[in-house]
């Protein structure tokens, strides 16, 4: 899957649309962001977004739980590694909290809207 599939893919599993993004809005927001696909053992598991060490994923829902260990660690752990720590955000009340928080994220600041979070050690592995 190239960029351009990945970026919608993602605007299409995550549902944009209903959150009231249009596509060439996201598209136009993901410009400078690094995007790609996550494959374990072959498998599409998902896409990575990353600038920088600010990470988000979009997991394909059957994949998510039987390749959630071998995800992380050849996902997130060298991203980790090369960056000391990362960063992501959540919609306040998403389901994405208790996942990040899973993962050893913490919450370091919030909105109304949103929840920053910081992972400086991977609690999953």
Same mark, same amino acid.
């Given at each position: 899957?190239?960029?351009? +599939?990945?970026? @919608?893919?993602?605007?299409?599993?995550?549902?944009? !649309?209903?959150? =009231?993004? +249009?596509?060439? @809005?996201?598209?136009?927001?993901?410009?400078?962001? $690094?995007?790609?696909? %996550? #494959?374990?053992?072959? #498998?599409?598991? =998902?896409?990575?977004?990353?600038?920088?060490?600010? /990470? $988000? %994923?979009? *997991? +394909?829902?059957?994949?998510?739980?039987?390749?959630?260990? &071998?995800? /992380?660690? &050849? $996902? *997130?752990?060298? *991203?980790?590694? !090369?960056?000391? $720590? *990362?960063?992501? /955000?959540?919609?306040? =009340?998403?389901?994405?909290?208790?996942?990040?928080?899973?993962? =050893?994220?913490?919450?370091?600041?919030?909105?109304?809207?949103?929840?920053?979070?910081?992972?400086?050690? #991977? &609690? /999953?592995?």
């Amino acid at each position: 899957m190239n960029r351009a +599939e990945c970026v @919608d893919w993602v605007y299409e599993a995550a549902n944009m !649309e209903s959150l =009231g993004i +249009e596509f060439v @809005d996201y598209d136009d927001l993901m410009t400078d962001w $690094h995007v790609s696909q %996550m #494959l374990v053992d072959g #498998l599409f598991v =998902g896409v990575l977004m990353r600038k920088e060490n600010e /990470i $988000h %994923m979009q *997991l +394909e829902k059957s994949m998510a739980l039987v390749y959630a260990r &071998k995800i /992380i660690r &050849k $996902h *997130l752990e060298p *991203l980790l590694q !090369e960056f000391g $720590h *990362l960063t992501s /955000i959540a919609l306040t =009340g998403s389901t994405d909290i208790q996942f990040l928080e899973r993962l =050893g994220f913490y919450e370091t600041n919030s909105t109304e809207q949103v929840i920053m979070f910081r992972l400086d050690q #991977l &609690k /999953i592995r």
